[in-house]
Nanobody
Framework: QVQLVESGGGLVQPGGSLRLSCTASGTIFSIRAMRWYRQAGGKQRDLVAY???????DYAQSVLGRFTIFRDNAKNTVYLQMNSLKPEDTAVYYC???????????????WGQGTQVTVSS
């Protein structure tokens, strides 16, 4: 069984910064992609950023230039550095990862429980 645990959410003023963390634990042979999604009240869950095990990344247009995703493979941890935060960034942020849990070369998708980010003055 694999668990993803997020941390780092909270209340921040517009223009401020937060860093989210997500650590995967359990029986893990490899993690391919790690992603951050967010879901604002009453809206669909949207992809914010992802990073592959080779370090390649991509971002949603709305966060490009403000958010940075990076990972520490030795710690099975992905981070999301969020700068210049705006009220429209307010959402529950979810971590997602493709994890190989046995040696069958197949990857399975796991989700974290989410962490609230609120941007307000």
């Amino acid at each position: 069984q694999v668990q993803l645990v997020e941390s780092g959410g909270g209340l921040v003023q517009p223009g401020g910064s937060l860093r989210l963390s997500c650590t995967a634990s359990g029986t893990i042979f490899s993690i391919r992609a790690m992603r951050w999604y967010r879901q604002a009240g009453g809206k669909q869950r949207d992809l914010v950023a992802y990073i592959y095990d080779d370090g390649s990344t991509d971002y949603a247009q709305s966060v490009l230039g403000r958010f940075t995703i990076f990972r520490d493979n030795a710690k099975n941890t992905v981070y999301l550095q969020m700068n210049s935060l705006k009220p429209e960034d307010t959402a529950v942020y979810y971590c997602n990862a493709d994890v190989m849990v046995t040696l069958d070369q197949r990857f399975y998708e796991y989700w974290g429980q989410g962490t609230q980010v609120t941007v307000s003055s």
